[in-house]
């Protein structure tokens, strides 16, 4: 099992803090924060700048040199890859880019892309992180392919959050576009991330690709990261550990292109607490309707605790028809509540009373 880039688990005070408490053999560059303090080897970044303290750990060997850091972990997770390979031993490569998020630096191996675009200098910092992460996927493919092992190996590519691109405002369309919001916000620009699923090999008739994905396939059903870990340990044949927890539920027929009637097509996102870009929400999906409560009505909700969107009919989330769909904001309102309850939820505090959402 093996970690490359960004942790940002827990606090550097707890066990969270080091991805190797939690399961990894090989950790290299995960830490507490989620924010490098540099992406510049020549600041061994961050290390000789003043945020040190989100200095990138184990990777000196790199600095003072004019590695950027996306290729430095490139490096690394392809180094530690072919390592299992050649001990010919299974592995699982966790590799999570501390790239694109801020501080946005422009990586100069695609600069000059960018020049002509017209955008801001940190938009243009922001394409050239996502084409150096581009290319690092495409370096990590070509190395599963030089070792061998691609046939036999499954890829899953995601972002862990909305957009964070420094076009637009966190309410409106913006660097999600055409979705509403971004990273943080409680539109679809917010939540909704990138998935792709693949074997490294392509098409091949070995035994392992049970799980036949077909190319090019868009899938439009609802699925979640934590849906992730009993997909894995279905393929691999893992058993859970006694007495794990899991959240998620197998994606396993939706990669082959199929519906699965069995899956939950709801999806909950709870958000008790503040500053962030959207502030004390809950949101509840189920099918194609979704109802957002705000805890305490801003201008953002037009004064009201409830929005409610079709998102089939209204993808982009500018039509809130909680003052028209009443039954239909009852029912999910009625949802949202009893999921909360069911998760034993926390909830916003005000005046040392709990605030707990209403229905309408």
Excluded at 4 to 31: Q, T
Excluded at 85 to 114: I, M, N, T, W
Aim: proline share 6%.
């Amino acid at each position: 099992t093996i970690h490359v880039g960004k942790g940002h688990f827990g606090a550097r005070e707890y066990p969270g803090g080091n991805p190797s408490n939690l399961g990894f053999a090989v950790n290299v560059a995960g830490a507490s924060f989620g924010a490098p303090g540099s992406y510049y080897a020549q600041d061994n970044y961050g290390a000789t700048t003043r945020r040190a303290n989100h200095a990138v750990p184990h990777l000196e060997k790199y600095h003072g040199t004019e590695t950027f850091l996306t290729e430095a972990l490139t490096i690394e997770a392809n180094a530690r890859v072919a390592e299992a390979v050649a001990e010919e031993k299974p592995f699982f490569l966790y590799f999570a880019h501390y790239a694109v998020h801020a501080p946005f630096q422009s990586d100069p191996r695609f600069a000059g892309h960018y020049v002509d675009s017209g955008k801001p200098d940190p938009a243009q910092a922001f394409a050239t992180l996502i084409e150096g992460m581009d290319k690092s996927l495409g370096d990590v493919l070509d190395q599963l392919d030089k070792l061998g092992v691609a046939d036999n190996t499954l890829v899953f590519f995601l972002g862990d959050n909305g957009s964070d691109a420094p076009l637009g405002h966190q309410h409106e369309v913006a660097c999600a576009a055409p979705l509403r919001g971004k990273k943080g916000a409680h539109y679809e620009g917010g939540m909704r991330v990138p998935f792709i699923a693949a074997w490294a090999g392509g098409t091949s008739d070995q035994p392992v690709q049970q799980l036949s994905i077909p190319v090019g396939k868009v899938q439009n059903k609802v699925g979640c990261v934590c849906d992730l870990f009993p997909t894995i340990l279905s393929i691999t044949g893992v058993e859970a550990p006694a007495g794990h927890t899991i959240d998620g539920s197998r994606l396993n027929t939706l990669l082959t292109g199929r519906d699965d009637d069995s899956r939950n097509e709801s999806f909950l996102m709870h958000y008790p607490h503040s500053p962030h870009r959207s502030d004390y929400f809950t949101c509840y999906r189920r099918g194609d309707w979704k109802v957002v409560y705000h805890y305490f009505p801003t201008e953002v909700s037009d004064g009201s605790h409830y929005q409610l969107f079709n998102l089939a009919a209204d993808p982009f989330e500018q039509t809130n028809l909680a003052g028209r769909e009443t039954d239909r904001l009852k029912e999910m309102m009625g949802l949202l509540i009893t999921q909360l309850e069911h998760h034993h939820a926390l909830y916003p505090v005000k005046d040392d009373r709990t605030v707990k959402p209403v229905m309408p």
